[in-house]
């Protein structure tokens, strides 16, 4: 451990994804995605805007590393786009698409920037959803055959994985609500089915990675969402805790039924008696498949809810109070999420934890003199870190933090609306500018975070 709280080893990074960042969505033999289908329906993205160019990532990834090494980054993460390599899903690789991600990934390395990589962060091949989708039960094959083939390609150099970015938010958004590609909005059990499907496909590709990458570290991605006190209230940690887990809702944003699975092998008993008749048959051998060892959870944490107790002590989720600070986004600012977050998911799950996601949205624009003054940004930063360095401290083993985002980008149905990243993108001229927050970033990694103020708390 360094004086400044973080383990000597402590990873610091930040994140993209395929879809949000590459563009170039049919070059060079790219198949299509459901991303790509969704943004054509009219009244479905913020404006009408598409991840067609994105930041044009695909052909300007030179530069982007360049900043990333001059940030002093030592990870990045990003996600593969599964149509970009095999653009039906399955059957015929794209050779182009392999190429893309080979210069990618030996310029990082290159770089001194270590990827951390995600095989699925949305981006479906729209073949297979012609297919049934996630519906379909072989979808957990096409699924791993696609691991199997990049686990063969770039194994050699990559190291560390994780199989799925937040299945709650595509899975609940994009087959419930129908605000996210596909668009679908299915009866219950069948959302439950699909989520099924999807843990079997988790557990697979971990046995994949496995069996073709030697020496390799394998995580899982879920949005890990996370309960606080609320203000002004003493911690109440078996309230907290009772939040964080249970599953007792149709909206299928939650922890356990996502978490318990792939950890503890086993659908959490609340949820089964809740759901009922809707829980999809589980075939002898599934839960084992999708209990398949992990190495590490990752955990995407921005806000938190507030929770006390009601009168009868049942605990409860309490409002926001008036004036408290929230993002662009208006999520409130909650510190403490990194705080009970880790904390939380490590007495549970017994695992190490990555911060494969934590950032804000701001409304930043450069100034006259061209900079980018995202103060709230870089507040942000400091406040959230202080907290996770109390984690620490009180022994939650967290190995790295991956801010969200490297670069401004498609925010999904709210197009570009919103903006995460530590690197300003002009979309009109793709000119990227360092916010004023990637400097304070840089100085946190190159400090190992000991130029983070000496206070308790970060709220
Ligand atoms: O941009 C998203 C990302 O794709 C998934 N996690 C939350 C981010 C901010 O909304």
Redesign the pocket.
């Known amino acids: 451990m360094s004086a400044a709280g973080f383990p000597d080893d402590f990873v610091w990074g930040a994140a993209a994804?395929s879809y949000?960042i590459e563009g170039a969505a049919d070059a060079d033999g790219k198949g299509p995605s459901t991303w790509d289908m969704f943004c054509e329906r009219p009244g479905k993205i913020y404006n009408g805007q598409t991840g067609a160019v994105a930041c044009d990532h695909y052909h300007r990834y030179p530069e982007d590393v360049s900043l990333m090494r001059e940030l002093g980054l030592q990870a990045y993460r990003l996600s593969l786009s599964w149509p970009r390599l095999i653009p039906a899903g399955i059957g015929a690789s794209n050779p182009a698409g392999f190429d893309f991600y080979d210069r990618l990934f030996d310029a990082l390395l290159e770089a001194g920037i270590t990827p951390y990589v995600t095989l699925f962060?949305?981006d479906y091949p729209l073949a297979l959803y012609h297919r049934g989708g996630w519906l379909n039960r072989d979808s957990a094959h096409w699924f791993a055959e696609y691991t199997e083939r990049v686990a063969r390609a770039f194994g050699d150099r990559i190291k560390v994985w994780m199989t799925f970015?937040?299945p709650q938010?595509f899975i609940d958004g994009g087959h419930r609500e129908g605000r996210h590609a596909p668009g679908d909005q299915l009866r219950f059990h069948e959302v439950l089915r699909a989520c099924h499907h999807v843990l079997l496909a988790h557990g697979q590709a971990v046995r994949a990675l496995r069996a073709h990458v030697r020496e390799t570290r394998v995580g899982y991605a879920p949005?890990t969402l996370t309960y606080v006190p609320s203000p002004g209230e003493p911690a109440d940690v078996d309230a907290l805790r009772t939040c964080m887990f249970q599953t007792n809702s149709h909206n299928l944003r939650t922890n356990a039924w996502w978490i318990d699975p792939v950890i503890l092998g086993r659908y959490p008993e609340d949820g089964l008696a809740y759901y009922g008749g809707e829980v999809p048959e589980i075939a002898s051998g599934d839960l084992e498949t999708i209990a398949a060892p992990l190495d590490f959870l990752g955990a995407?944490i921005?806000s938190a809810d507030f929770v006390r107790r009601d009168r009868g002590g049942k605990p409860e989720l309490a409002p926001v109070p008036h004036g408290f600070p929230r993002s662009a986004?208006d999520w409130p600012i909650t510190p403490d999420a990194l705080y009970w977050g880790p904390r939380l998911l490590h007495e549970r799950y017994q695992l190490p934890i990555v911060i494969t996601?934590n950032?804000v949205?701001c409304r930043d624009q450069p100034s006259l003199d061209g900079t980018v003054q995202d103060t709230g940004r870089s507040d942000f930063i400091t406040r959230y870190l202080i907290e996770l360095r109390r984690a620490v401290a009180e022994g939650a083993p967290v190995q790295g933090y991956f801010h969200?985002?490297i670069l401004d980008?498609f925010?999904?149905a709210h197009g570009y609306k919103?903006r995460?990243g530590l690197v300003h993108v002009d979309y009109a001229t793709q000119k990227r500018t360092l916010k004023e927050s990637a400097r304070h970033y840089a100085d946190i990694i190159r400090t190992n975070g000991a130029s983070l103020p000496d206070v308790e708390h970060g709220c």
Do not use: D, I, L
Request: glycine share 4%; hydrophobic share 40%; no cysteine.
């Open positions: 994804a949000q962060h949305w970015n937040e938010v949005v995407n921005y986004f996601e950032g949205s969200w985002s980008n925010e999904w919103h995460f």
